[in-house]
């Protein structure tokens, strides 16, 4: 098993000034870019360390919150190609439905890919439902924008003979022509974000990375096993190197110190679900299906369905409230003495039914640089290697 280092860059000081919304409505002013220097410094410390640590690194993008504030995925990861040597690095993910130029996307890559001399992934992803209205994109039309986009960039990185044209219905260029070409052939592994089975066996059937994020013991083996069907159905077989689960985790050195550690980072799940209600479900963003559960959500439309987090029996606990044991019996976080978190994610990875991917965590709301460091740490040397024997 792989496991890569995840953190959203939360710029965790303005949480409390902004009361219950901390996306798409609140001004700017909140942010003090002196502290928020400070706060990008020390996680690209965080992530720089993970070389030396033996774990590889992901980053993501959110836009207009407080709870991220890496608004761009590749300048964090630009970064991070020079100042790292030997781990791998995940843009997980670049959510190409709502960026204008697709060309630039394909650019951007394949430029990382060479400076890190190949040790880029690129994660495309559909985006969250509140990226839709800053975005300004079509939340209907958002899947077909989403696949066009993917087809012309792979087609932008993997074109070595000159210029082409791409007349599409979202993009058009009169002369598409990439430099440099991507260090990796034919390009950078591929690694999609999904939330339903509908996604996952689409995932399945183009053979990509899928990651799979917060979704726990109840929901995760139905969305693996639709993406084993699709990879059947175009003659693939889905091994545990295809499937990645994110979770929170935290190490200590005893039980107490783990859950400290926890219950700090878990400030993603309880602050990442602070929008309003009318950002949270724009028509047509999901599938029917994905619809139609939705609709049979206590709290649907008020966003407090948003709030829900499903335990193991069933039970519907509200996250903003829920203890560490309630997310470690939802299987949304591993936590504990070294022991104790190893125990926790073999038994999730035996429930699946295999990941070969852990994308963890391990820093997060108002934890210490101190604290994520040692966390980081005290896993890399005591839990990775563990875990490097399944998948």
């Not at 870019?33 to 959110?62: F, Q, S």
């Amino acid at each position: 098993m792989k496991v890569w280092h995840f953190s959203e860059l939360a710029y965790h000081p303005g949480w409390e000034e902004l009361g219950p919304q901390l996306r798409n409505v609140i001004p700017s002013r909140v942010c003090d870019p002196k502290v928020a220097a400070d706060l990008y410094h020390r996680y690209l410390d965080e992530w720089a360390l993970c070389d030396e640590l033996g774990i590889n690194i992901m980053t993501n993008e959110h836009h207009t919150t407080a709870t991220c504030i890496d608004s761009v995925v590749t300048i964090p990861m630009a970064i991070l190609a020079r100042e790292t040597k030997k781990v791998r690095l995940l843009c997980l993910g670049m959510p190409i439905g709502n960026r204008m130029d697709a060309v630039r996307v394909a650019e951007e890559f394949s430029m990382l890919d060479v400076i890190s001399r190949g040790r880029i992934e690129m994660g495309f992803v559909k985006g969250a439902p509140f990226e839709v209205t800053p975005a300004n994109s079509n939340p209907a039309t958002l899947v077909e924008r989403f696949w066009e986009a993917h087809d012309l960039i792979l087609k932008a990185m993997t074109t070595h003979d000159g210029p082409f044209n791409w007349e599409g219905q979202y993009f058009q260029y009169r002369q598409v022509n990439v430099w440099p070409r991507p260090y990796q052939q034919p390009h950078p592994p591929v690694w999609l974000t999904v939330n339903s089975p509908d996604s996952a066996f689409v995932g399945g059937q183009k053979g990509y990375v899928i990651g799979v994020l917060n979704s726990g013991y109840n929901r995760t083996p139905g969305i693996f096993e639709a993406y084993r069907k699709g990879a059947a159905a175009t003659g693939r077989r889905a091994g545990t190197d295809r499937f990645a689960y994110m979770a929170m985790v935290g190490v200590g050195r005893t039980r107490e110190e783990g859950y400290r550690r926890a219950d700090q980072i878990l400030d993603y799940s309880r602050t990442s679900r602070r929008v309003a209600a009318q950002f949270a479900f724009p028509p047509g963003y999901q599938s029917v299906s994905a619809t139609a559960q939705a609709l049979q959500s206590p709290g649907y439309g008020t966003g407090v369905a948003m709030r829900n987090m499903q335990l193991r029996n069933g039970k519907q606990v509200d996250v903003f409230e829920a203890t560490v044991d309630e997310f470690i019996d939802a299987g949304i976080c591993f936590a504990g003495t070294p022991d104790d978190v190893y125990a926790q994610a073999k038994a999730f990875y035996d429930h699946v039914g295999g990941f070969g991917h852990l994308l963890m965590m391990g820093q997060g709301g108002h934890i210490t640089h101190e604290d994520t460091v040692d966390n980081l740490t005290m896993f890399s040397k005591e839990v990775l290697p563990r875990l490097a024997e399944l998948g």
